[in-house]
């Protein structure tokens, strides 16, 4: 059994994925501890909320008080839910959260069936939980209940076996079929992309094409993928491959499970700000297409670039191995866009990047005006969304404000924005239904 234990800001994110999960039927929540019971056992994120409200109130200084840890036994390992109940509580225990709120949902989304832990690394007090040696401590703990409950026993060996598997394919070669496996397989497993061009820019990389196929079976509509292997132009160079011949991860369902799940996990990635940052830093300092591709390669990004016919740009990928995250230029910024490659590298004209200094000097003047901080908030929110999506970033310039904005935080309107739109989904439905 592998344990990966994850911390972040935002609670509502990471509830609202697996509860998205749970409302498409490919989770279910198994059990909680210390959580407030409902009369039917039903639970809402707004319900899951309120049982760590007072841990977080409490909290002192702890930036990053979301626990968010999955556990998962081997694909050949048989776990009932009793079992995922005792492993859950006892691992939860032994690692010093057993007193906290948490709540244990069991995925059934892939092959290997795994349980994902919410809670909060804080304890009522405020006081922050240690986590010395844990990496340490939690891969001990799982060779004992590997032991104590007669799983399989495995290691993050096993993971990175799998990540090493990933190679381009040679097409020239007779066994492009379990060259393309090793790939599309596991891919979906390691990296996060929301989109079928995204999918497909960072199979590129692996010199694989994926294309989404429709049509009739006893007469009702059905999707599917295929797969082909490319050659060195980029085209074609073998016969289609049914996305069942690799697993349901490769199918078209799972796929597009893949895409919205991974829509949810980006919005609250902190690998965006940073990519970004990487990718500005590289346009400033480089003169070619090439040598832009070179110096992030250099960082551990590819670009992935898509031209029609007649050679314009129409599309730009950014595939960051750091964070194992697919990002389409828009998505990372209008400063981004295609468009904009398009424009510098066939008309010659650079684009131009926003300096921060700027936006400290406009929030610096609206401050001496003496604005009404609710208007300041307004005012950092919309430099932060429409100018400047670089002060996310953990080498952010807020700290230099000065304490400008004692009350402003960036992840409270993260999480607020996101509350908002799960607010309006929700009053829509319930429109819908009257």
Known sequence: MVAKIGRGQNLTGVLSYNQLKVEKENAQILFTHKMLETPDGHFSIAQMLRSFEPYLL???????????????????????????????????????????????????????????IVSVCVDEEGKKISDSYERKRSMQLCRELEEKYGLVCATDKVYKQNENVFHPVNYKTNDIKSQVASVVRYLPKFYQFQSMGEYNALLSLFNITAEE????????????????????????????????????????????NHFAASKVLLKENDARPTIRKAIETTLQVTTSEQDFKKQLSEKGINVVIRRNDRGRIYGITFIDHNSKTVWNGSRLGKELSANVFNDWWDKGQ????????????????????NLPIDKLH?????????????????????????????????????????????????????????
Not at 73 to 88: L, M, R, S
Not at 355 to 368: E, F, G, H, Q, V
């Open 58 to 116: 409490a909290n002192r200084k702890t930036e990053k008080t979301v626990l968010h840890i999955s556990l998962n036994p081997d694909p050949k390992d048989k776990v009932n839910d009793e079992k995922f109940t005792a492993i859950a509580e006892e691992y939860m225990q032994k690692m010093g959260y057993g007193e906290q709120p948490f709540v244990v949902f069991k995925h059934t989304d892939i092959e290997r069936t795994h349980i994902h």
């Open 350 to 369: 650079r684009p131009q990047v926003k300096n921060t200094d700027d936006i400290k000097m406009t929030l610096a003047r609206a401050s001496y005006e």
């Open 378 to 434: 307004d005012l950092f929110d919309f430099l932060r969304n429409e100018i400047s999506p670089n002060l996310n970033s953990e080498n952010s310039s807020i700290e230099g404000f000065g304490g400008l904005l004692p009350e402003a935080q960036v992840d409270d309107y993260e999480e607020q924005a996101f509350t908002d739109r799960l607010r309006k989904k929700k009053k829509r439905r319930n429109n819908n239904n009257n």
């Open 213 to 256: 196929v429709k049509g009739e079976l006893h007469g009702q509509p059905k999707q599917g993928v295929v797969y082909f292997a490319l050659n060195e132009s980029g085209e074609k160079a073998s016969n289609p491959f049914k996305a069942s011949l690799f697993g349901k991860t490769a199918g078209y369902i799972q796929l597009q």
